[in-house]
């Protein structure tokens, strides 16, 4: 017998999953939702020596990013920074040396649905000196439903004088993740089909994949690299011992060194999912990014 509520649930049509929403919260930060869960915050406190995201959610809720653990307090979810820039530390914090901060002056945008993205002008200063101007701005890209994604895009623009953005021996500068304490130990694949640690760090590739387990299941996140991008495929840094990290590390081999007004314009995709990784499907995801976000 059909029951009056099949026929409704007829009526309206195939379930469709309720729309990621950017939602403005207290304490300086942006959350994006579906629904009632969260999939990842953007946080920007003036109070902290720069803005990233964490947590970073799978699909299912739990987080896979660690923000700021005392073994590295400067590591916060994922983040965007350099160890030498001019002779500045924005990558460290406690640390000796010069240090730098990464300062949001003004927020240019929020879309809350569409997708939802927020635009937010950065300024990286020194010792009182604006060193770069950033635009950046990051999406809830939606190119495969079965994982959560941050669109990640960034215009570094020189200031008053010529600015030189170096790893400086830690080869690991750029867009990075410090994986939560159950996933260290993990495995990597990346585009090229490599599954070997010291391979897979450094070597380019049009994405690279992280993942172990977290309370007995397996989770894992991949960073795409744009074709537009300078130096690409970029060249990945990874680690598992003792913890696991992943980043986008333009800079491994060369650093950028930009005119005073010239622009270093970045854009990488950041898919969090659960499970292992597997080639197939995460070719299919960078394409179907490739489709929905075009070369400028």
Not at 269 to 275: E, K, L, P
Request: hydrophobic letters at 45%.
């Amino acid at each position: 017998m059909i029951s009056r509520r099949s026929l409704l649930a007829a009526a309206a049509g195939p379930w469709r999953p309720a729309p990621v929403e950017a939602v403005e919260g207290p304490g300086a930060k942006v959350s994006f939702r579906r629904g009632t869960r969260l999939l990842w915050e953007y946080r920007f406190s003036a109070g902290l020596p720069k803005p990233y995201v964490h947590p970073l959610c799978a699909p299912d809720g739990r987080a896979v990013s660690l923000d700021s653990p005392p073994d590295h307090v400067h590591h916060r979810g994922l983040m965007l920074a350099w160890s030498d820039v001019n002779g500045f530390d924005f990558w460290g914090e406690a640390n000796p040396g010069a240090h730098g901060r990464i300062v949001q002056r003004r927020r240019l945008a929020l879309r809350r649905k569409e997708p939802p993205a927020v635009t937010v002008l950065n300024h990286w200063v020194a010792e009182g000196r604006l060193l770069l101007s950033e635009r950046r701005t990051l999406r809830a890209v939606a190119p495969a439903p079965e994982a959560v994604w941050v669109e990640w895009e960034s215009e570094l623009r020189a200031a008053d004088q010529a600015v030189t953005i170096s790893a400086a021996g830690h080869v690991y500068n750029g867009l990075g993740i410090r994986f939560v304490r159950e996933m260290d130990g993990g495995r990597v694949l990346n585009a090229r089909g490599t599954t070997r640690i010291e391979q897979a760090d450094g070597e380019p590739a049009e994405w690279c994949a992280y993942w172990g387990g977290a309370a007995g299941a397996l989770y894992g996140v991949a960073i795409f690299d744009h074709p537009a991008n300078p130096r690409y495929p970029t060249p990945f840094f990874v680690m598992r011992e003792p913890f696991g990290y992943l980043s986008a590390a333009p800079t491994y081999r060369e650093p950028f060194r930009l005119a005073r007004g010239e622009a270093l314009r970045l854009r990488w995709a950041v898919a969090a999912f659960a499970g292992p990784a597997e080639a197939a499907r995460l070719e299919g995801w960078r394409r179907s990014w490739m489709v929905s976000r075009p070369a400028r």
